[in-house]
């Protein structure tokens, strides 16, 4: 059974730190570059990032850019969005989704999302 679970999120104040987690399960996790998508209610999915699947490139939507990071475990199957200097307008459902595909358009797996609150 194939499973993304993400953890982390919670209520912050603008300026914080938080630190996401998804743990994979059911797939072979270290062949699949995994990204990292955010949602408000009413708005399209935003692609914030993806990390390749040896962990040896990342991409960063340019509205997180110098702020956020991704990291990955393949021994651990976890992958990790480090999110610093948060601002309100990063308050999102927070989801982790992992694919084979190049372009990044095609996702296999999703997990279930965990919610983001930024205060100011």
């Known amino acids: 059974q194939v499973q993304l679970v993400e953890s982390g999120g919670g209520s912050v104040q603008a300026g914080d730190s938080l630190r996401l987690s998804c743990a994979a399960s059911?797939?072979?996790?270290?062949?699949?570059?995994m990204a990292w998508h955010r949602q408000v209610p009413g708005k399209e999915r935003e692609f914030v990032g993806v990390?390749?699947?040896?962990?040896?490139?990342?991409v960063l939507a340019d509205s997180v850019k110098g702020r956020f990071s991704i990291s990955r475990d393949n021994a651990r199957k976890r992958v990790y969005l480090q999110m610093s200097n948060l601002k309100p307008e990063d308050t999102a459902v927070y989801y982790c989704?992992?694919?084979?595909?190049?372009?990044?358009?095609?996702?296999?797996?999703w997990g279930q999302g965990t919610q983001v609150t930024v205060s100011s």
């Open positions: 989704a992992a694919t084979t595909d190049p372009d990044l358009t095609e996702y296999r797996y």
């Open positions: 059911g797939f072979t996790f270290s062949m699949f570059h």
């Open positions: 990390i390749s699947w040896k962990g040896g490139k990342t």
